[in-house]
């Protein structure tokens, strides 16, 4: 099969990472006969600083007519430490996800075994643990308006606003993933106190005898975010709004030892988007120490959501397993001694790809 991928590196580890990816999505293309093409394009702060534009038109375009978007990470503390500046690079993040019609954040979050000592947390807790949040990803608080400040300046607002349509796409698509997997969807929400929870409690609720197979629980975010921690194996399929989804899946990426392991797909209704859930980690930039695990697993993330090519994700996921069984991992996640590098990390891994055998 032909494959056109839009390449998104963004700012600081970015670059580093999504050449390690390519690596890994060229080893499968070549072993499994399908031609690749790609192009790259800017986004973030070094759009910014080369356009004016966190998320040039050029860059939207080339999104459009691809395949899929492979996208790094984006963030600067340029622009951190300066909360006067009118043009941010996560605009363009943001930007990409309303244009792309990209409403769902798919984050799977499972343990490696032969990591499961670098969790934090206790080994027997967080062993076998295996769930999806579904993040709403083009609603909520990221994207309400009114958004500012007062004339005096004394004053700023956010508005958390959902529809009962947005809510209905993304809860349908969680039972999808839900019937699929282990039948338990768990509806995060903060409906003791936000309007907006409600309405999704009542709108799931309404959806819930549609999928009478599907066992359908609601739990207020804050104690859902104490149960991710205390007992992660309870969950199957999370469904929850934007910022919810923001915060739990970085918690949620502690369970597996490192923000570094976790990867996304955002699907909607043009092009999907594929990234690892981590930021753009300046303090590592250009120093070739950052994990590139995550982002080679969206890449698997992408064959198989994009292409439907389980084989061909499979054989990246094999390959990452192998790479972390047999020590050859960054910095975050090695254990003695000897951290390998990102590039010699992505490069074994996708020399492992093309001499596993095609299971
Ligand atoms: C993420 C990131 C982004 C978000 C930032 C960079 C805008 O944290 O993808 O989780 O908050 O959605
Ligand atoms: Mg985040």
């Given amino acids: 099969m032909k494959i056109k991928l839009a390449v998104l590196p ?52 080339l999104c459009l007519n691809a395949d899929a978007v492979l996208f790094g990470a984006i963030g600067s503390p340029k622009y951190d430490q300066n909360p006067a500046a009118k043009v941010r690079p996560e605009q363009g993040l943001l930007e990409m996800r309303k244009k792309l019609g990209l409403y769902a954040n798919i984050r799977p979050v499972t343990t490696f075994d ?9 080994e027997e807790l967080v062993a076998k643990t295996d769930f999806m949040c579904i993040r709403e990803l083009t609603g909520g ?16 607002y956010d508005t958390c606003v959902y529809t009962v349509k947005e809510i209905e796409r993304i809860v349908r698509l969680a039972y999808k993933y839900a019937l699929n997997r282990n039948k338990k ?22 959806l819930e005898k549609e999928y009478p197979s599907v066992n359908t629980e609601y739990l207020f975010v804050d104690n859902a975010a104490m149960q991710i921690i205390q007992c992660p194996k309870r969950f199957d399929v999370i469904v929850t709004e934007n910022m919810f989804g923001d915060i739990l899946t970085d918690e949620a990426s502690v369970i597996t030892g490192s923000l ?3 990867p996304s797909a955002s699907i909607g209704t043009h092009t999907s988007v594929f ?21 080679i697993l969206s890449a698997a993330l992408m064959f198989e959501y994009s292409f439907n090519l389980k084989k061909e994700s499979e054989a990246i996921r094999t390959a990452v397993n192998d790479a972390i069984a047999e020590g050859i991992v960054t910095e975050d996640i ?5 951290a390998y590098k990102t590039s010699e990390v992505g490069r074994w891994i996708a020399e492992k790809i093309k001499s596993n055998p095609i299971t």
Wanted: charged share 25%; aromatic share 6%; hydrophobic share 35%.
């Fill in 334 to 338: 090695a254990s003695d001694k000897i």
């Fill in 10 to 61: 963004g700012d600081g580890i970015g670059p580093e990472i999504v050449d390690q990816a390519i690596n890994a999505v060229d080893a499968v293309c070549e072993k499994f006969g399908h031609e690749l093409e790609y192009k790259k394009a800017l986004v973030g702060a070094c759009a910014i600083d080369k356009t004016g534009n966190p998320y040039p038109q050029e860059t939207h375009e």
């Fill in 275 to 295: 990234e690892p859930i981590h930021g753009s980690y300046p303090q590592a930039a250009g120093k070739d120490i950052a994990n590139p695990i995550a982002t």
């Fill in 260 to 262: 570094g392991m976790l």
């Fill in 185 to 206: 969807l768990t509806v995060v929400d903060k409906a003791n106190v936000l309007a907006t929870s409600r309405l999704w409690r009542e709108v799931t609720q309404s």
């Fill in 141 to 156: 608080i990221y994207f309400g308006k009114p958004q500012g400040r007062s004339e005096d300046g004394l004053t700023a």
């Fill in 114 to 122: 032969s990591l499961i000592h670098k969790s934090p947390l206790k």
